[in-house]
């Protein structure tokens, strides 16, 4: 069934002076059908931006590519960049039209698509709705969503890609750089089991456990995550070293930093490519492999528990991420209480991962990859309370 | 460090869970808005707009928090997993506020400018992006769709340009492969080389 939508129009005068804008950027184009393309993606355009600067939302036109006169010749393109956020597409329809045409150039990489119907005169507009993503030419009208759906969805997006560039969230300072939780959390946040009471100091162990990542990658799976079985496997039992494998070694790299990148570059186990990120932060906590994690202390929002939700991201190959997401308990509490879910969902809500807490866990945790522009979000629940922080890649 | 965040989840639970048009929503829904209103979280009064009209939009919004929350009368229903009371709430306000401050603007007087003939001359860019497709065809050329070689990077840059601007459809037809698979190839492998074209040549 769809929902009637009876929100009051937002109808915004196009000043003057963008119009002018938009002319000088039509001006430069070489057809008249091309002309006529960029004026009106032009003005789209500003209309979002000044709707968006009343409702206190920042962007910045200086790096779109609706701004950038090579852009704007060889693509149809009207991207508003939000601070912080990504590219919103602002795409013209003028009135009685019932689709919008989104070209295929604007696909990708958009954090959603607003439609903005100009009279014809180009002295009024209306934004018609959003759309969280298209996959065709035509958007219907008819299936926007209303203007507080794209409110809604600007607000609570974390982008992956500042956070692998070190950039703080400006909207957010409450997910912090793990060091600011020690003394807070019962363990160190960023550790596997396997590798919980490895010492990496000296270059013999280093080599051992680099070594037997690389065997496990070859084998297909991991030895126990139990450390002592880890520290015991190391090496064959006739304490051959399993570089005795020659398929190991000649796809071990010369160092071990370059070993470890080229596991968490190229391996498809999730499993490993977190150790190795792991065996690298520990012998280098700066290198740029490592990736990021950063925590979030839930407070006491679920069951009235301390708990703090982890993500940590790498970045691979190809514009795709690794994610890790894990729960843990915080300050007094060792355990997780039994029931509480962490899932992890897709961007329409629905196809979800979920890791249930065990008996015995202190933490559960998700592992998944995902590439540049993909929406998700990690909703932590037990009974009726929940936690949903989404995320943007 | 400790952040206690207040969860209306329970009392929207509650709210909805009572018959629609019962006393019992009534009560809840008002006592929902009464712990909203005092919670701090609602989108607060902009400085330059006076209480009373203020009033006014807190007022149209309570309406439609009440009509959408439970059932989506006149607008999609609330959804728990998009977002949390305050900000699905917040949301219609500060377009009411949007509409607000848009109201107070004069409509603009000034004359209708129609958009002017664009340039007969092709601009440089155009000429260096054409050029860069020269000097680089071979190179565009071999990457092609799979058992096409006449569909390639070069092909189909060149007629995406405004000055040929063959429609995707046409160029489908022209082809005899499907719009979809010309659009994804344009996608995954014309618009990067594109991009690093405009890099190469100073534009990006």
């Given amino acids: ?393 | 460090m400790n952040m206690v965040v207040q969860s209306f989840t329970p009392l929207v639970d509650k709210t909805c869970k009572c018959p629609q048009g019962s006393t019992q929503r009534d009560r809840c829904m008002n006592q929902l808005i009464k712990e909203l209103t005092a919670s701090g979280k609602l989108w607060h009064r902009p400085h330059n707009i006076p209480e009373t009209d203020y009033q006014d939009i807190l007022q149209t919004s309570w309406m439609y928090f009440a009509r959408n929350l439970c059932d989506g009368k006149t607008a999609p229903k609330y959804d728990a997993k998009r977002s949390s009371v305050p900000t699905w709430i917040n949301a219609y306000i500060r377009m009411r506020i949007l509409d607000y401050y848009l109201r107070q603007k004069h409509r603009p007087i000034d004359p209708i400018v129609p958009i002017l003939p664009a340039r007969s001359e092709p601009p440089n860019i155009l000429g260096d992006v054409l050029a860069w497709l020269e000097r680089d065809r071979a190179k565009l050329q071999r990457v092609h769709l799979r058992d096409h070689s006449e569909i390639n990077c070069y092909t189909l840059i060149l007629n995406r340009l405004p000055t040929e601007d063959i429609s995707w459809t046409q160029l489908a037809q022209n082809l005899e492969v499907p719009k979809e698979t010309l659009q994804g190839f344009y996608r995954r492998e014309c618009l990067p080389r594109l991009r690093e074209a405009g890099k190469q040549l100073g534009y990006l």
């Avoid at chain 1, 994690?293 to 006491?300: F, N, P, Q, S």
Wanted: hydrophobic letters at 40%; aromatic letters at 8%; a negative charge.
């Fill in chain 1, 1 to 393: 069934m769809t929902i009637p939508i009876c929100s009051p129009k937002t109808v915004v005068p196009i000043h003057h002076s963008d119009r002018q804008t938009a002319e000088n950027f039509a001006k430069q184009q070489p057809t008249h059908k091309q002309a006529d393309k960029v004026y009106r993606n032009t003005l789209a355009v500003m209309i979002t931006k000044h709707c968006l600067d009343i409702l206190e939302i920042p962007s910045d036109l200086s790096e779109c590519d609706s701004w950038n006169p090579f852009s704007r010749l060889v693509s149809d393109v009207a991207d508003l960049h939000i601070i912080d956020l990504g590219r919103l597409e602002c795409r013209p329809v003028r009135p009685g039209e019932e689709y919008c045409y989104v070209p295929t150039d604007v696909w990708e990489d958009r954090i959603g698509y607003v439609v903005v119907q100009i009279d014809s005169s180009c002295t009024e507009a209306t934004l018609r709705g959003f759309s969280v993503s298209v996959n065709s030419e035509k958007l219907a009208l008819s299936q926007l969503q209303p203007l507080e759906q794209l409110l809604i969805h600007l607000t609570p997006i974390k982008l992956m890609k500042t956070w692998v560039n070190n950039i703080l969230d400006r909207l957010s300072n409450t997910w912090k750089e793990i060091g600011t939780l020690s003394g807070l959390i019962y363990e160190p946040v960023f550790t596997f089991p396997a590798l919980q009471h490895i010492a990496f100091d000296t270059p013999e162990r280093t080599e051992q456990i680099v070594e037997q990542l690389y065997a496990s990658q070859w084998s297909g799976n991991l030895k126990s995550n139990k450390p002592s079985s880890f520290r015991g496997s190391v090496g064959s039992p006739n304490g051959k070293s399993q570089f005795g494998n020659p398929k190991v070694k000649d796809a071990f790299p010369p160092d071990f930093p370059a070993a470890l990148v080229n596991l968490i570059q190229t391996t498809t186990n999730e499993e490993i490519r977190w150790k190795a990120a792991e065996a690298l932060w520990t012998i280098n906590p700066d290198h740029p492999a490592t990736g990021v994690r950063r925590v979030l202390d839930l407070g006491l929002l679920i069951a009235e528990q301390h708990m703090a939700l982890m993500v940590g991201v790498l970045p691979l190959q190809d514009q795709r991420v690794s994610i890790l997401a894990r729960l843990y308990p915080l300050g007094q509490q060792t355990r997780l209480l039994p029931g509480l879910k962490l899932v992890v969902l897709g961007a329409d809500g629905s196809s979800g991962e979920v890791a249930a807490r065990k008996s015995g866990d202190n933490y559960i945790q998700l592992k998944f990859t995902g590439k540049l522009g993909e929406r998700f979000s990690i909703n932590v629940c037990l009974n009726g309370d929940n936690f949903t922080e989404y995320f943007m890649i």
